[in-house]
């Protein structure tokens, strides 16, 4: 008998039980439940039979076979290879879903005995309302209508509980289907396929997880993406961790442009500096030679620091208007000429020898750019000789530098023979 064919008695069961939930009417449940297994029963006996059949089949043939010389029995190895596939998936399957929810058998019991003794007392219950009302409201009969009507309600909600749990558990089983072998699935093809609204499969899908139905199960933070493994929920950490660094940094970047010291112009200047490092840095990544990349690696780092510099001092601004209107255009043309030329899958002489003619000039750029960003400090540079001039002024006229120090010691011993 064929898996398929366990799964198909098993349903039938399923949808048996269901049905009698849905339509709290047990009464024909045991029988139809009998009838179903005995065919599940049948089937299997006449698998057996035939399996029995066959075997007898293929040892007479290997018999005769054997008796004319002919070559030994054959295997088949698809049926095997099937078997093994199914049952490894089977093992996959059991690292991310649980096999059998738990409170599965109890639900169902309780649905079961929940429903039928709420039928029961219903119906006592029913029966001393209307003897009640016939005699006139007898009093004697107040305590076992309460007594009926406490037990009513206890069943109903021992019952309904336990839909509850198998309707979860049915809704379970719908979604590794919708699943199959997917890592993840959008919330809204879950909701859409079982007829629920995004709300309700997110609350879902929370309780599932309480419950430990999916064993590596998680939500996104926004409630869109349902992850099954731990291998994906691994990978959209690492991509929100991603995401939430580079909206600080453009956050910070933002505040750091609506500082006032910053006008108009060195904001404008300051993005489209940022703009060109991005695309130098392209540029790189997709040209694979080592000798350009070093020479691309140390322009990128040079024009980032004369950025750098306008951050910490917007008065170098307006020096810079050549090398924002004119240096840096043409040094980004003449990469996208390169990166072209590289990508030709025949490199001829006329295309060899511009290349060269492109890494000189790069050479010619990174020293000016050099000089420029040198340029850059030279108040600094003259700030600071300044402060160390007058340093060394003071510290003379106090007679704290070397020379000043030895005298003065000198002086000291001389006055001490004296006395």
Known sequence: MKNS???????????????????????ELNETVRQTVNDAVSVVRSGVSQAS?????AQSEYEKKSRNGAAGPQVHR?????????????????QY???HPKGEIGATLMVVIGFILSTLFGIGLAVLVIIQF????????????????????????????GQRVTSQIKRFREYRKILDDREFCDVEELAEKIG???????????????RRMFLQGHLDKQNKCFMVTNQAYDQYCLAQKSL???????????????????SEEVRTMLMEGK???????????????????????????????IFAQVEKDPSLAPELHQFMNYYLPTTQKLLDVYQELDNQPVQGQNISDTKKEIEKTLDTLDQAFENLLDSCYKDTAWDVSTDISVLNTMLANEGLTGDDLSRGAQMKIHKKSEK
């Open 53 to 57: 059949e066959t075997v007898s089949r």
């Open 78 to 94: 698809g049926t095997v290879k099937n078997q093994s596939s199914y049952k490894q998936r089977e093992m996959e399957q059991a």
């Open 196 to 210: 629920k609204t995004p709300a309700y499969v997110v609350k879902d899908l929370k309780e599932m997880l309480n």
């Open 275 to 305: 703009r060109y490092v991005e695309h130098i840095r392209a540029c790189n990544n997709a040209i694979p030679g080592a000798e350009i990349s070093a020479k691309i690696s140390r322009l990128e780092l040079i024009i980032s620091r």
């Open 5 to 27: 064919d366990f799964y198909d008695f098993g349903e039938q069961i399923q949808q048996i039980v269901q049905s009698a939930i849905d339509s709290n009417d047990f009464r």
């Open 244 to 262: 939430e660094e580079r909206e600080a940094k453009a956050k910070a970047e933002a505040a750091k442009m609506s500082d006032p010291k910053y």
């Open 97 to 99: 879903y649980v096999s």
């Open 134 to 161: 016939a005699l006139d409201g007898l009093s004697a009969l107040f305590i076992p209508i309460l007594i009926l009507l406490v037990l009513f309600i206890i069943c109903m909600i021992i019952g309904m509980r």
